[in-house]
C-alpha cells in the first residue's frame, strides 16, 4: 500500500500496535548557505527541495517527535525503528527516540564506496551516514537474523560499519534523463536491514517513501508494506516501481536458522548415539588441554575435576562461562573438529 500525505496524519490512521517494522529516512534539514559548484564551475545536485527545509532546529525538532511518536503508536511490543541520517539531523533524532522511550540496539555506519567528493575542499569527503536501529522500548525483544548476517558476511559476525556503494546506474530512479530523488538509498543497504530485522509476511512502514526503495525491496523479499510520501510526484514513481518487482520464491527466501531455533541437541546425545564414545578424548583449539568424556556426557580432566562442557571449559580457561560447543574438539583424521560440528550432523539427521 503507497499512501499520498502527510506522515503524520496518514500513520494517525493506523491501528496501534500493528507494525512490525519501521525504516525511515526522514528529511536532513541540511541548512545549505546556497548553490553548491564543482570546480570546473557546473552545479551540483544537491537537496534543495522544499520538504528539506525548516525554519529552525526548533521546528525541525518538534516534526521530529511528532512523527516519532506515531511511529512508536503503531509499532507492536517487540517492534523496531531503523532511522537513516546524516551529521546534519541524526543527533537530534536519536536524542529524541531516547526522550521518547525508543531503545537504542545499534548504530550502524553505512560507509559509501564510491561518496561525493567536497568540492569546496573545506572539510573532510562525507563518506557515510549513520543508521540508529532501535526497539520500540527497553522491554521488546526484537528480531534479529544473527545467523544470516552471519552467512551474509562469509561465516564472520557481520560489523555495525556497511561498506556499500551508493544508488547509481540502473537502479537510480529517473525523469528526463536526471535522477527523480537527490538521496534515493540503494536497495542493498535496505535489503540488509529487512533481511536482518524483519521476516516474511511482516509488516514494514515507511513514512518518507520517497521513490519507492523499502517498498521494492519488501516486496521482493515478500514482506507486507505500507509507504506514506507527501509528493504526489514521488508517490507515482514509487508505485510505477513497486509494481515492476516481482517477489522471490519461496526457495530463495530460506535464510540460516538462529541456534535458539533449531532442535536443542545436549551433548549427551553425542555419546547415546555412538558419535563420541565413552572415553574419547577432547581438546581445546591449541591442543593444550585435555578432557575424557564419560558415560553420563559429563568431562573429565586429568586432574579429576569434571563437570558439563560448558563448566570444564570455564574452568580451565579460569573464565565465568564458555561456550563448549565452540571451545572442545576432536580429532578426526589428522585435524580438529568443533564438537558443535558433530551436534549439527545430529541434528541435521534427526527426523521431523
Known amino acids: 500500500m503507497i499512501i499520498t500525505g502527510d506522515c503524520v496524519a496518514e500513520m494517525a490512521k493506523l491501528a496501534a500496535a500493528s507494525v512490525d ?5 526522514p528529511p536532513y534539514n541540511l541548512q545549505l548557505g546556497g548553490d553548491l559548484n564543482r570546480p570546473d564551475g557546473s552545479e551540483v545536485d544537491a537537496v534543495t527541495e522544499a520538504w528539506d527545509r525548516f525554519e ?13 511518536s506515531e511511529v512508536r503508536r503503531v509499532l507492536k511490543p517487540d517492534g523496531a525503528l531503523w532511522v537513516i541520517g546524516t551529521y546534519h539531523n541524526i543527533f537530534r533524532v536519536g536524542a529524541a527516540m531516547q526522550d521518547l522511550g525508543f531503545w537504542i540496539q545499534n548504530d550502524v555506519i553505512w560507509r559509501k564506496a564510491n561518496p561525493m567528493p567536497n568540492f569546496r575542499g573545506t572539510r573532510f569527503t562525507n563518506a557515510h551516514e549513520t543508521l540508529i536501529w532501535a526497539a520500540r522500548s527497553k522491554e521488546s525483544r526484537p528480531h534479529f537474523a544473527y545467523q544470516a548476517m552471519k552467512a551474509l558476511n562469509e561465516g564472520v559476525q557481520m560489523r555495525s560499519d556497511w561498506w556499500l556503494p551508493i544508488c547509481t546506474g540502473a537502479e537510480r530512479v529517473k525523469c528526463a534523463g536526471h535522477k527523480a530523488h537527490p538521496t534515493q538509498k540503494p536497495e542493498a543497504l535496505v535489503q540488509r536491514v529487512l ?16 521513490t519507492g526503495t523499502t517498498g521494492a525491496v519488501a516486496k521482493r523479499l515478500c514482506r507486507r508494506f505500507i509507504g506514506i510520501e507527501r509528493e504526489p510526484g514521488y508517490a507515482d514513481l514509487a508505485r510505477a516501481r513497486i509494481a515492476a518487482v516481482t517477489p522471490l520464491a519461496a526457495a530463495d527466501l530460506e535464510v540460516t536458522a538462529e541456534a535458539r531455533a533449531a532442535r536443542r541437541i545436549p551433548f549427551g546425545a553425542l555419546v547415546e548415539t555412538g558419535r563420541l564414545k565413552p572415553g ?3 581438546t581445546c583449539p591449541r591442543r593444550r588441554i585435555h578432557a575424557r568424556v564419560r558415560a553420563d556426557g559429563s568431562l573429565v580432566l586429568d586432574g579429576g575435576r569434571s563437570g558439563s562442557i560448558h563448566q570444564v571449559g570455564a574452568a580451565v580457561q579460569g573464565l565465568p562461562s564458555c ?15 568443533p564438537i558443535d560440528a558433530l551436534r549439527a550432523e545430529l541434528r541435521a539427521a534427526a527426523p521431523g
Open 21 to 25: 517494522l519501521v525504516f525511515a529516512d
Open 56 to 68: 529552525s532546529f526548533a521546528a525541525y525538532d518538534s516534526f521530529t517527535r511528532a512523527w516519532l
Open 195 to 210: 533481511l536482518a530485522t524483519s521476516r516474511v509476511g511482516d509488516l514494514v512502514l515507511d513514512p518518507f517513501l520517497g
Open 280 to 282: 574419547s578424548m577432547l
Open 323 to 337: 561456550n563448549g560447543w565452540t571451545f572442545w574438539h576432536v580429532e578426526e583424521r589428522g585435524r580438529l573438529v
